[in-house]
């Protein structure tokens, strides 16, 4: 169930709030903390935030347009639509410690988004049977780790990779290039029923009635790089959304991967390409993938660490023994302001964690108990 809250109406309405985009958005959130105290707050305290100064100021302070945020609240209250704020536990913490996230995100599904483990798997629209058979290997192969398989819900290796994920009884989320209200492309409605159905999920920064422009697709690419440990290129041309996502995956310092093919095919002369250039990692088999991402196990949902193995911790390890007891990965960042630890003594808490087989470090300054 949607929770409706009074924050909730100025956290839609920043999003529309002009020259305040996702950046800005996020300096004023770390200020004031919630987004009805920006809208309330004096001029002169807005004017004096790095970045915002008398002309956003004065956005802020003249925005009425509120009806829109309205509306949308009553179309998350019907059909249950999760929103996201950017200060929420439930926003994707991966993807928050990227410069340009989205300031909210729409959800409507049930799969974690700040699983231990997760990875996109993008391609061509126009695949082959080598891509085909080459993705469904993969995610079989993966399917003992409970990775999250994330996708654009696109034709072609998109489409298949969730149709794997399901089929593996993995979750699995499609980051759309329009608002929840319509599907692109329709033929995949079914597809994107099975995956909510199978604890997966969909997820936009639009509003409900927005619909695909092509323009949306790039800006969308973001989410699904900044979302993952990794991204996956399995086929791909020299040019298009895989090249892109690709790019912003490797400037968000996640590891990108892609799968080599004939020098004579144009379908994979991206993927050449990305090898070539040392901005993929060439991947022949899930195995390989496990290995660089430090997946020494497979992960389950239930897994939960020997409590005897915490006896002889200090306080300090406790506690963040505890807070990872809690979610399944935590940021480094979020574990130092909830510890409220130096630094240094955050860093050997961690480190000693670590050496004792307790917490395990993931892509991204990522952290998990490790699973017995």
Same mark, same amino acid.
């Given at each position: 169930?949607?929770?409706?809250?009074?924050?909730?109406?100025?956290? @839609?309405?920043?999003? !529309?709030?002009? !020259?305040?985009?996702?950046?800005?958005?996020?300096?004023?959130?770390?200020? #004031?903390?919630? *987004?009805?105290? /920006?809208?309330?707050?004096?001029?002169?305290?807005?004017?004096?935030?790095?970045? /915002?100064?008398?002309?956003?100021?004065?956005?802020?302070?003249? #925005?009425?347009?509120?009806?829109?945020?309205?509306?949308?609240?009553?179309?998350?209250?019907?059909?249950? /639509?999760?929103?996201? #704020?950017?200060? !929420?536990?439930?926003?994707?913490?991966?993807?928050?410690?990227?410069?340009?996230?989205? $300031?909210?995100?729409?959800?409507?599904?049930?799969?974690?988004?700040?699983?231990?483990? /997760?990875?996109?798997?993008?391609?061509?629209?126009?695949?082959?049977?080598?891509?085909?058979?080459?993705?469904?290997?993969?995610?079989?192969?993966?399917?003992?780790?409970?990775? @999250?398989?994330?996708?654009?819900?696109?034709?072609?290796?998109?489409?298949?990779?969730?149709?794997? *994920?399901?089929?593996?009884?993995?979750? $699995?989320?499609?980051?759309?290039?329009?608002?929840?209200?319509?599907?692109?492309?329709?033929?995949?409605?079914?597809?994107?029923?099975?995956?909510?159905?199978?604890?997966?999920?969909?997820?936009?920064?639009?509003?409900?009635?927005?619909?695909?422009?092509?323009?949306?697709?790039?800006?969308?690419?973001?989410?699904?790089?900044?979302?993952?440990?990794?991204?996956?290129?399995?086929? $791909?041309?020299?040019?298009?959304?895989?090249?892109?996502?690709?790019?912003?995956?490797?400037?968000?310092?996640?590891?990108?991967?892609?799968?080599?093919?004939?020098?004579?095919?144009?379908?994979?002369?991206?993927?050449?390409?990305?090898?070539?250039?040392?901005?993929?990692?060439?991947?022949?088999?899930?195995?390989?993938?496990?290995?660089?991402?430090?997946?020494?196990?497979?992960?389950?949902?239930?897994?939960?660490?020997?409590?005897?193995?915490?006896?002889?911790?200090?306080?300090?390890?406790?506690?963040?023994?505890?807070?990872?007891?809690?979610?399944?990965?935590?940021?480094?960042?979020?574990?130092?302001?909830?510890?409220?630890?130096?630094?240094?003594?955050?860093?050997?808490?961690?480190?000693?964690?670590? @050496?004792?087989?307790?917490?395990?470090?993931?892509?991204?300054?990522?952290?998990?108990?490790?699973?017995?």
């Amino acid at each position: 169930m949607t929770t409706i809250t009074n924050d909730l109406l100025y956290q @839609l309405a920043l999003t !529309q709030v002009p !020259q305040i985009g996702c950046v800005h958005a996020k300096l004023l959130i770390q200020h #004031f903390h919630s *987004a009805e105290a /920006i809208f309330k707050a004096r001029p002169t305290e807005l004017e004096k935030i790095e970045g /915002i100064g008398t002309v956003r100021a004065r956005c802020i302070k003249t #925005f009425n347009a509120f009806a829109q945020a309205e509306k949308e609240i009553a179309f998350l209250e019907k059909f249950r /639509i999760k929103p996201l #704020f950017l200060n !929420q536990p439930e926003y994707p913490q991966r993807l928050l410690h990227c410069y340009d996230s989205p $300031t909210l995100l729409f959800y409507r599904g049930n799969a974690n988004l700040n699983a231990a483990r /997760i990875i996109a798997v993008i391609g061509t629209r126009s695949n082959s049977t080598y891509g085909k058979q080459v993705t469904e290997n993969l995610i079989k192969e993966l399917a003992s780790y409970n990775i @999250l398989v994330v996708s654009g819900l696109a034709l072609g290796i998109d489409a298949i990779a969730h149709r794997a *994920a399901v089929k593996n009884n993995l979750s $699995t989320v499609g980051v759309l290039a329009h608002g929840l209200e319509s599907l692109y492309p329709s033929e995949h409605t079914n597809l994107a029923k099975e995956m909510i159905q199978h604890d997966g999920g969909l997820l936009t920064e639009y509003y409900s009635d927005i619909t695909a422009e092509k323009h949306h697709f790039p800006i969308r690419n973001r989410i699904v790089a900044g979302m993952c440990d990794a991204v996956v290129v399995i086929e $791909t041309g020299i040019k298009g959304g895989s090249m892109i996502t690709a790019d912003l995956a490797n400037g968000y310092n996640r590891d990108v991967f892609a799968f080599p093919g004939k020098v004579t095919d144009a379908k994979s002369a991206g993927c050449n390409a990305l090898i070539k250039n040392n901005k993929a990692i060439l991947l022949t088999q899930a195995q390989e993938l496990a290995e660089m991402l430090g997946w020494s196990m497979p992960a389950t949902k239930n897994n939960q660490p020997q409590k005897e193995l915490f006896v002889n911790l200090n306080a300090e390890e406790k506690t963040i023994v505890d807070i990872l007891t809690e979610k399944q990965s935590v940021h480094i960042d979020e574990l130092n302001l909830r510890c409220g630890l130096s630094t240094s003594s955050m860093a050997a808490a961690i480190l000693n964690l670590e @050496l004792q087989n307790i917490v395990l470090a993931l892509p991204g300054k990522m952290y998990q108990l490790v699973s017995t």
